[in-house]
């Protein structure tokens, strides 16, 4: 799942508006963000595969350090803890928003288990490994994460209050725009010059600068 992830982000911000909307896109996709940087070192591996699935070109082989049940707890909850430890200066609200930083965290695993092949270990590569698999039907999946994104995008801005014209404007925008790459990531042919190294810098690039447009979109609003 890619752009998906993007709800449990907009729905997070309204339960704390306290919280950046460009932090909560790097928390959701926090273990994904240290999947690919382990790839790049070897500590984690997938394989390109052309049409490994309908809606993918990897073979994700061995990811227990991130995308593992257990990881998902032991990430969460090092995220609370960093949080916590750094958000003095919001007196009682210092509980409120750690919380919803690693349940954006978390939710990460849950929002994968729907559209992952059975790659998902619960703690060791070599334990039960979990994915209904939706990545299987392409249409599915992008009506899936579409859905989710929209809605949770609708739901923020119902939330908040624009006041600007660019925040009122540019954050249909940029979900439109979302939408669109999210599209051509999963049914544009695979890249005959792709690697693991360009697609691991290409996809935190993407989440990076996904967060920092976010991040300003989100200072429109209220």
């Known amino acids: 799942m890619f752009v998906g992830h993007y709800a449990a982000s907009f729905v997070l911000k309204t339960v704390d508006k306290k919280v950046s909307l460009g932090l909560l896109f790097l928390a959701v996709q926090f273990v994904d963000i240290l999947f690919f940087t382990f790839a790049l070192f070897g500590i984690e591996r997938f394989k390109i595969v052309e049409h490994f699935t309908q809606s993918t070109h990897f073979d994700l082989q061995y990811m227990p350090y991130t995308h593992s049940f257990a990881a998902t707890l032991f990430w969460g909850l ?125 996809a935190l690039t993407a989440y990076f600068v996904f967060a920092i447009i976010a991040y300003w979109l989100d200072s429109k609003r209220v």
């Open 78 to 202: 090092s995220v609370f803890v960093v949080a916590y430890l750094s958000t003095a200066r919001f007196g009682n609200d210092r509980l409120k928003i750690s919380v919803v930083l690693a349940l954006a965290v978390m939710s990460h695993w849950f929002l994968d288990l729907l559209v992952h092949t059975p790659d998902l270990p619960l703690y060791s590569n070599d334990s039960l490994k979990l994915g209904f698999g939706l990545w299987n039907h392409a249409i599915a999946t992008y009506i899936l994460e579409a859905v989710l994104l929209t809605g949770s995008a609708i739901w923020y801005l119902y939330s908040t209050q624009s006041t600007a014209k660019l925040g009122k404007y540019a954050m249909v925008i940029f979900v439109l725009l979302m939408l669109i790459i999210n599209g051509v990531n999963i049914f544009a042919p695979l890249d005959a010059n792709a690697t693991v190294v360009s697609v691991s810098l290409s």
